[in-house]
């Protein structure tokens, strides 16, 4: 049982700690952005990515997961992927949305 329990425990600090943010494709007020501000968030967006991809490379929190509890680094891993393709998502959209107004980029 306890061991049980420290493996759960141990599973939801890791999981905790090397969680990337999911960024949403479309936002409330992304249609009243100006050009310069569509540039800034595309900008965000880069940077969810990079932050990103910075999850999957070799961390202290990845290591930990490996040795102590590899599913958990497949838990970072997927969710660091599923970072990548939401910050592309929004990237497009904002691409979209800035050619639609006429901005230059």
Known sequence: MKIKVASITLLALLAACA????????????????????????????????????EKGVTGTNVAAGLLFWPALLVTYSNAEEAIEAADDRQDYLLELADSKGCRL
Do not use: H, M, N, Y
């Open 19 to 54: 969680t990337p943010e999911v960024v949403s494709e479309r936002q409330a007020g992304d249609s009243s952005l100006t050009c310069s501000q569509i540039s800034a968030e595309i900008q965000e967006a880069e940077k969810f990515k990079k932050d990103a991809r910075d």
